[in-house]
């Protein structure tokens, strides 16, 4: 058997893999909202926990300076 | 000096804002929202947009009836084993600040697992474990900082319909094929007889039979389906020469690869379906943030506090309001039927069913329609009517919202479709006989070959791309329209009927002149402090326009309900209110809204509210007057009159106290003279006529607050740019007909070499995407030309 059928078999595959990927990528509701997206991959990444836990330290020490 | 802004909501603080941390507030609602966010670790919201919040609003008691589990069964999209979905819509959201609050909700409260914004709808899905979190408390929390939403009976009975994606996976299809189809016939565009393509153009041919079968079967049967429609109907519409265009080249297509004839017009197939759906897809942009659907649904509540007859309060469904049961509106909550007040004192904002700006008194007994909104304590009432027999509900039950306007509208597309048809068909037979008597072995060729290349792909995009673009454009100008069907029903019509308050007049700013004796200042100090007191929207109104003055305590301030009020210090009293309470009988300007006033008991004079009319509204009716027919259908009283006539073009007809029924009926009467009518009007009072006219526009002040039911949605700063955009609408007509013409000459290339019985695959397979690339180069330039034009008229008059 030649090669070509192995290639156009193997070309096929990969192009039905995708094609699938975007029926499921539609069915999940990927492209239904366009543009929030594009808004929330600018936000700054969470807050680490140790971070925020620290943050807290400063607003107590404030509150007890303030009672003080 | 630089007034001071409110540091979450952005307003003017006024003369004493609340301060913290260096931070000033307009009121202690906007601080208790800055404390909320800054104690959980979501300041961050402030740097992102500043003064981006909304001030919380007053909540109390109003979502009790989401403490009754079947009306939460109804608003919630899932609910398993504790763990609930519900999508709310809140109008706020506007920025990406509101964003990245709603989707860190989960901070506020443990019990909300995660929330997803979708800007463009204002929605947020929020996934919530209901044992650590219920509706209520979710909802109240949003509230709470700002983020009210907004729940109407139209949640209510909403089908949970899933979105229809069915273009999506269609062109996605059509795409797929083409594409891989055009990498298949590539190779027999140049080289025929070569040895190695010999060898293996049938694994090709077939490969491409395989990837139509979809595009064919499944991607273009919505063209299958209106051809089929439109034969039933006779009605000779364009998707019939497109249906036949694609059914002959499939069919031959595979005839010839069967044969072994030749490589067949998979590519052209497959293209054709794809360029189509493209433009489908193209011309299919919604505002998917403002819904032209809007009925009074979206204005009622779900549920309203029904007393039973043991003076407990519980919260009804107000579609269960039955005649004769005794209901508790608070301020600011919607009458939801026809009743009679039997408690309290009432003031009515019946602005939205009627148009009138000012609030109406009623007194135990009267009657009070459904619709109107309470301003002012809470009321008792009892309900006379059902929900759906009340006067309002009932305009809906009109046929003219039963019907679709789309349904009977034929497009330019479709009548050229018509002509097209029966010439492409003429055409072809003709050209077949005559090869019957040539040759007739290439009969069928030709037959099929003129039926191919005349495939109308070029007029069908014409349109979509032409429409779809102005609807993009307009939409940047402040002017929505529903579909583009709109806009070749804009470019038609003769007639244009205004409402007139909330229309051409504003509500913001009214026009205030006093008439009488000159005031003293002592009095004028003492008219300013005793209107500070009272609530009464003139009074406030009143209260802005006057000038500053210094804080005086009055020793005596009454408020007579409907009649006025009465301030005193030790020295004078002043009277504020209708002519009869200040003692004055005399009455010049009974119809226009007026305050009058006496000093000491000696009357002084009166205030007289006039309507403020929008900016360019005579310049607009003006430049329309040589064009349109021009009509005013108000349902206010005649009190303005005098001013109209002035103001508007010699000899347009006004009309005064219509009736929301009336105005229909007279939107139908103009329709059986053969006229096509464009309405412009603002509230539910206009729905009927919105919905029997031809276009129907609304107008807001604000594009995302409600609007009632309507084809377009026009913001009102932009009131004056009205007959420019319907200038524009003809001048896009024009462009589609100058499409229509260039695809026509790309047609009759294409039918040369098809009469002539020398159609190639490649040669259709350049012509179509060619004819179709240029439509869509000539009419996304020309509209763009046409978008920038508007712009620069528009810049020029600010």
Request: net charge neutral; charged share 20%; aromatic share 12%.
């Amino acid at each position: 058997m030649s090669v070509i059928y192995l290639l156009l078999t193997l070309s096929i595959v990969v192009a039905v893999i995708f094609f699938a990927a975007f029926i499921m990528a539609t069915k999940s509701g990927q492209f239904d909202d366009s543009y929030t997206p594009s808004v929330r991959m600018l936000f700054e990444d969470e807050l680490v926990k140790s971070s925020s836990k620290k943050t807290e330290k400063i607003a107590n020490q404030k509150d007890e300076n303030q009672k003080l | 000096m630089d007034k001071v802004r409110c540091y979450h909501c952005g307003d003017d603080c006024g003369k004493n804002p609340i301060n913290l941390k260096d931070k000033n507030f307009c009121c202690v609602g906007c601080k208790t929202v800055y404390e909320i966010f800054s104690n959980n670790d979501l300041s961050y919201y402030y740097d992102l947009q500043s003064a981006a919040g909304a001030p919380p609003k007053e909540v109390e008691g109003k979502y009790d009836f989401l403490d009754s589990s079947n009306i939460v069964e109804k608003l919630i999209e899932f609910n398993d084993n504790g763990i609930q979905i519900i999508n709310l819509y809140i109008p706020h959201i506007h920025c990406s600040s509101c964003i990245w609050i709603l989707e860190n909700l989960n901070k506020l409260n443990k019990g909300i697992n995660s929330s997803q914004v979708d800007f463009p709808k204002k929605t947020v899905r929020v996934t919530f474990n209901s044992h650590k979190v219920s509706l209520k408390e979710l909802v109240l929390l949003m509230s709470r900082i700002g983020y009210e939403p907004y729940i109407s009976l139209d949640d209510f009975d909403r089908a949970k319909k899933s979105k229809d994606r069915g273009l999506s996976y269609k062109l996605g299809i059509a795409g797929f094929a083409f594409g891989n189809v055009m990498f298949l016939s590539f190779p027999e565009y140049f080289e025929v007889g070569e040895f190695w393509l010999e060898q293996f153009k049938g694994v090709f041919r077939w490969l491409m039979f395989a990837f139509s079968l979809p595009v064919v079967f499944y991607a273009a049967q919505d063209y299958f389906i209106s051809a089929y429609k439109g034969i039933r109907s006779r009605f000779l519409n364009i998707d019939i020469p497109i249906a036949l265009g694609i059914l002959v080249l499939f069919l031959r297509s595979t005839v010839e690869i069967i044969f072994d004839w030749g490589s067949g017009f998979f590519d052209s197939l497959t293209g054709l379906v794809f360029f189509l759906l493209l433009g489908k897809f193209f011309q299919q942009k919604t505002y998917s943030y403002l819904s032209f659907e809007r009925d009074y649904k979206s204005y009622f509540p779900i549920a309203v506090t029904r007393i039973t007859s043991n003076n407990t309060e519980e919260n009804t469904q107000v579609y269960d309001i039955k005649a004769g049961d005794r209901l508790l509106i608070r301020n600011g909550e919607l009458i939801p039927v026809d009743a009679i007040l039997t408690n309290g004192n009432a003031r009515i904002d019946y602005s939205f069913v009627t148009g009138e700006s000012e609030p109406v008194e009623k007194i135990s007994g009267d009657k009070v329609y459904a619709g109107g909104k309470q301003i002012s304590s809470a009321i008792e009432i009892e309900a006379i009517k059902s929900v759906s027999q009340s006067y309002l509900t009932q305009l809906w039950s009109n046929a003219v919202f039963q019907q679709d306007k789309s349904g009977s509208f034929q497009t330019l597309t479709d009548g050229i479709g018509k002509r097209f048809t029966i010439a492409v068909l003429i055409i072809a037979f003709v050209s077949s006989i005559i090869w019957l008597i040539l040759d007739p072995s290439k009969t069928i060729n030709v037959f099929t070959a003129v039926l191919i290349i005349a495939c109308p792909c070029a007029i069908a995009l014409a349109a979509p791309f032409t429409l779809g673009n102005m609807l993009r454009i307009f939409g940047r100008h402040g002017f929505y329209l529903r579909d583009t069907q709109t806009i070749e029903q804009l470019a038609q019509i003769d007639t244009a009927i205004f409402d007139k308050t909330g229309t051409i007049t504003t509500a913001e700013k009214g026009n205030v002149y006093y008439e009488g004796l000159e005031l003293t200042s002592e009095e004028e100090s003492l008219l300013k402090n005793t209107l500070r007191s009272s609530n009464h929207p003139l009074s406030r109104k009143l209260y802005d326009m006057l000038a500053e003055q210094n804080i005086v305590p009055l020793e005596e301030y009454e408020e007579y309900l409907g009649q006025g009020i009465k301030g005193a210090t030790v020295k004078d009293s002043v009277k504020i209110g209708s002519a009869a309470f200040v003692g004055h009988s005399d009455i010049k300007n009974r119809d226009s809204t007026s305050v009058h006033l006496s000093s000491n008991d000696q009357y002084k004079g009166c205030f007289i509210f006039q309507n403020q009319y929008r900016e360019g509204v005579e310049e607009t009716f003006k430049t329309m007057a040589s064009d349109l027919e021009l009509a005013i259908l108000s349902g206010d009283n005649a009190g303005e009159r005098a001013n109209l006539t002035k103001l508007l073009p010699e000899g347009t007809p006004l009309y005064f106290n219509q009736k929301p029924d009336s105005k229909l009926q007279f939107i139908k009467t103009l329709q059986d003279q053969n006229k096509k009518v464009m309405m412009v009007g603002d509230g539910l009072n206009d729905a009927g006529a919105l919905a029997q006219s031809n276009v129907g526009i609304a107008i807001s002040e604000n594009v995302n607050v409600f609007s009632p039911a309507c084809d377009g949605i026009l913001d009102a700063k932009n009131f004056k740019s009205l007959y420019p955009y319907i200038l524009a609408t003809r001048k896009a007509i024009k462009i589609i007909k100058l499409s229509f013409m260039l695809s026509l000459m790309y047609n009759v290339v294409g039918l040369y070499f098809a009469v002539t019985g020398q159609l190639q695959p490649v040669i259709a397979a350049i012509l179509m995407p060619l004819s179709s690339i240029s439509i869509v180069i000539f009419t996304t330039v020309t509209t763009n030309l046409l978008g920038r034009k508007l712009k620069s008229e528009q810049s020029s008059w600010k």
